[in-house]
């Protein structure tokens, strides 16, 4: 079955570094692959996607994501970090069938410290 | 309208009540999903509509739970006789279609607490 782990629980970045958010994939074939953003009592919003072509993919508000076959890892990274980047960050992968939902991580929760 | 709406944004119910939560997709829209978020359970899967086909209930976790979409529009998410594990976030989302990589627009959730 396909599933998806995001490793770190809580990560804590300094304002101004860089950041890489990790998500593992468990999956047969070519997985289509999403990183979303929740912000504190919000939804989520789509960041970036991934199902072929280039493997490094641009997203909005500055982040992207490499998707490394040979490591099943489709990880997250910014170059310099805001304050406003403080949030949930969900990894999801799209079963092979068509027609079913998304499969999401228990998420990694950022904190920026200035 | 512009997004999807979730109404209540917040619930508080006592035990054994049942509850409705309300979903209004973006117009156009012929996939609605459900999901739960509970504290660092990240989101299960609760059930899911593509057009005029038969629901996916495979995410439901108990007869408790149902689900409805009228006219291909908006969604309801029924739980009868709340128990206090149902204590969660639900959240709506909707995307065009159905295909694997069309993402899904969010809606800010029902925050729903059961006493």
């Known amino acids: 079955a396909q599933s998806v782990t995001q490793p770190d629980i809580h990560i804590t970045v300094s304002e101004g570094a860089s950041l890489e958010l990790r998500c593992n994939y468990s999956?047969?074939?070519?997985?289509?692959l999403f990183w979303y953003v929740q912000s504190p009592g919000q939804g989520l919003q789509l960041l970036l996607k991934y199902f072929s072509g280039d493997t490094l993919v641009q997203g909005i508000k500055g982040f992207e994501a490499e998707f490394k076959r040979s490591q099943s890892s489709f990880n997250l990274r910014k170059p310099s970090v805001h304050w406003s980047d403080a949030a949930e960050y969900f990894c999801a992968v799209a079963p092979n069938q068509a027609g079913t939902a998304l499969i999401f991580g228990k998420g990694t929760t950022l904190s920026v410290s200035s | 309208g512009a997004g999807v709406s979730q109404s209540p944004s917040n619930k508080v119910t006592e035990k054994g009540k049942d509850v409705e939560l309300r979903c209004d997709p973006i117009s156009g829209h012929t996939a609605l999903y459900w999901y739960r978020q509970s504290l660092g359970q990240g989101l299960e899967f609760l059930i899911y509509?593509?057009?005029?086909?038969?629901?996916?209930k495979s995410g439901l976790p108990s007869d408790r739970f149902s689900a409805e979409r009228t006219g291909g529009s908006v969604s309801t998410l029924t739980i009868q006789r709340t128990q206090q594990e149902d204590s969660a976030v639900y959240l709506c989302?909707?995307?065009?279609?159905?295909?694997?990589?069309?993402?899904?627009?969010f809606g800010s959730g029902t925050r729903l607490t059961v006493v």
């Open positions: 509509f593509q057009g005029n086909s038969a629901p996916d």
């Open positions: 989302a909707s995307s065009l279609n159905s295909h694997r990589g069309e993402g899904y627009t």
């Open positions: 999956y047969g074939a070519t997985p289509y």
